[in-house]
């Protein structure tokens, strides 16, 4: 059974990407692209990275025939991918091979496959969205996700149990940790929903949020045709946040908060009344559940809310990992080291709480740069479109800096990324379409 319904998941793709293969590329980036953790029932194949790789091969496979013959095959509307985030790539795939080289245990097949998911992966994507059809068909894709992702997590708040983890570990061999935490924070019991953990779960409705926001304030080429949907999103978003219960997410979601506050189109929209006296009204609620947030924060030693990781234990963790950085700090000690190595020999390093254990500890300085240049180049870009955009990669850069990595891959952020800059892009293209109707009706 495992194994049929995963193939059967695979199949249905392939029958998108035969229709027409820059759809099907689109929906495997909004949909099958989170849920990572789903295996083709093939041990050691999931669903994701397979459907990822054929979409890399159907691309390349057009673009050959394209150069054979330029009439089978049309890229029109393409645009170029950024050259800075080429260079960034080019970083993590030097990266990735050096510390593989590096490494006793080499895993090359593995970090070969990671480097076509996480980086050529993005840019097949952003060659599908050739044309504002395929920009609008991808929010539609992440409408439908979210809805679902919603709809999954009422029964999981009701009971504070995660029933669809249960099913789904039944239906379809898993390939990745698929975790249904029954802590309770803040009154809630911490949210997954469909995703393997609530820190995905967590920081997917934090960009999610931030992509909706601004398409209901900025970019309403885009929104009119879902207006009732993404409303309802842009309210539940920053509460399923909430519900993971994680103060790296809140972190993350304060961030994406301020860049709203620094959108002049939200305080000149009709509904910025509406919210502000709603605000008013639930203000003794929110304020005093912001109270316990910042409490937790910042005491986290000692906060009775906290009940988590503290600092101390933090330092503990990088106590752990230095002397295995040490060993070699420039190109670090190859994938997965922290875990296979790191992690079976110091029980306290428990979920090595910050990428930068990680990174440092498996990649080296050299990783650490190239995860840099990332956050740099992406808010470079993003600075350009809006100011205020600057936040997005801060959001990223503050959830990441207090939690594993795990569930959210730089192929997610790179998705959310280029979403944005596609938004802005053809936002720029329907204002031009419309002064042309203008000058000629």
């Keep these: 059974m495992n194994m049929l319904l995963g193939l059967l998941v695979v199949v249905l793709f392939l029958c998108f990407f035969i229709k027409d293969y820059r759809k099907g590329i689109i929906l495997a980036a909004m949909t099958i692209q989170f849920l990572a953790y789903l295996g083709t029932g093939i041990p050691g194949v999931k669903i994701s990275t397979l459907l990822m790789l054929i979409s890399i091969a159907i691309y390349l496979f057009k673009k050959t025939i394209k150069q054979i013959n330029p009439r089978i095959v049309s890229f029109q509307g393409e645009a170029d ?12 795939i030097t990266s990735f091979l050096i510390s593989d080289y590096n490494a006793e245990n080499r895993q090359t097949a593995i970090v070969i496959t990671n480097i076509l998911t996480m980086f050529f992966f993005p840019y097949v994507f952003w060659k599908s969205i050739s044309s504002m059809e395929y920009l609008r068909y991808a929010i539609k894709c992440l409408i439908v996700l979210f809805t679902i992702s919603f709809i999954i997590a009422i029964p999981e708040l009701l009971f504070r149990h995660n029933y669809y983890i249960d099913v789904i570990g039944n239906l379809f061999l898993l390939e990745d940790f698929v975790i249904d935490a029954h802590t309770v924070r803040f009154g809630i019991k911490r949210l997954n929903s469909i995703f393997s953990y609530f820190s995905v779960l967590g920081t997917i409705s934090c960009f999610a949020f931030f992509l909706f926001f601004n398409l209901k304030y900025r970019y309403t080429y885009l929104y009119d045709k879902y207006k009732v949907s993404i409303n309802c999103l842009c ?64 005491n986290s030693d ?21 002397p295995y950085f040490l060993e070699s700090p420039l190109w670090g000690n190859g994938r997965m080291f922290i875990w296979d190595v790191v992690a079976k020999e110091n029980p306290m390093l428990l979920g090595a709480e910050s ?67 596609k938004s802005n892009y053809f936002a720029k293209e329907d204002k031009v379409t419309l002064i042309k109707k203008s000058k000629y009706s």
Excluded: E
């Excluded at 920053?238 to 860049?259: E, H, K, V, Y």
């Excluded at 009775?304 to 990992?321: P, V």
């Excluded at 990783?367 to 870009?381: C, D, K, Q």
């Design 302 to 322: 000692t906060s009775k809310y906290a009940q988590g990781s503290t600092s101390d234990l933090r330092m503990l963790q990088w106590a752990i990992c230095l």
């Design 81 to 92: 991918y950024p050259k800075s985030l080429i260079i960034v790539s080019l970083l993590f």
């Design 235 to 298: 309210l539940i978003l920053p509460f399923m946040a909430f519900a993971t219960g994680s103060r790296a997410i809140f972190l993350g979601l304060f961030a994406i908060f301020l860049s709203c506050v620094c959108d002049r189109c939200f305080f000149k929209h009709k509904s910025f009344k509406k919210l502000l006296l709603i605000f008013i009204v639930v203000s003794p609620i929110v304020l005093y559940i912001v109270a316990m947030v910042i409490d937790s924060i910042i």
């Design 355 to 421: 990428i930068w254990f990680s990174i440092l500890v498996d990649y080296g300085i050299f990783g650490g740069i190239a995860f840099l240049s990332l956050l740099l180049v992406t808010g470079r870009l993003l600075f350009k479109v809006k100011k205020a955009f600057v936040f997005f990669p801060v959001s990223y850069f503050l959830i990441t800096l207090v939690s594993p990595d795990s569930g959210i891959q730089y192929n997610v952020y790179l998705t959310f990324v280029i979403l944005l800059l």
